[in-house]
């Protein structure tokens, strides 16, 4: 006869479709301020002497083909606590890094609006 199609049907307005589990006893890793010439196995290998490393991202900008100068490194949690103490404030290639537990996109942390009101303004 032919073959079976499936037929997804749109989400009702406002409805987002489920987000993907974490993964237990895993962490993903910010570093940030990394130098431009940073390979993702340098990355790698330094994370590796706290544990295994499941993956390693730098993004790189589109126009330049460069690193974007921060990435992102997929550990075990108790790993990925340990380096974080460790290397957060250390020098890789030649920069001060930052490392620390990576937040979703949505997540980021947003100054607070200020709300005293200036009361000659009034």
């Known amino acids: ?18 987000k993907r589990k974490e993964r237990p006893g895993r962490m993903k890793l910010y570093v940030g301020n990394l130098a ?5 196995e340098t990355l790698s290998e330094v994370f590796s002497e706290f544990g295994e490393v499941f993956d390693v991202y730098i993004p790189k900008d589109i126009e330049t083909d460069r690193s974007r100068g921060f990435g992102f490194v997929s550990m075990g949690s108790e790993a990925g606590n340990a380096a974080i103490d460790t290397l957060d404030g250390c ?5 001060i890094i930052s490392v620390n ?22």
Do not use: C, W
Request: zero cysteines; hydrophobic letters at 25%; a negative charge.
């Open 1 to 18: 006869m032919g073959r079976p199609i499936a037929v997804n049907h749109p989400l009702p307005p406002g409805e987002k479709t489920a």
């Open 36 to 40: 431009f010439y940073t390979s993702s």
């Open 91 to 95: 020098e890789l290639d030649g920069r």
């Open 101 to 122: 537990a990576a937040k979703p996109r949505g997540e980021e942390q947003k100054p607070e609006a200020d709300t005293e009101q200036d009361e000659e303004s009034i």
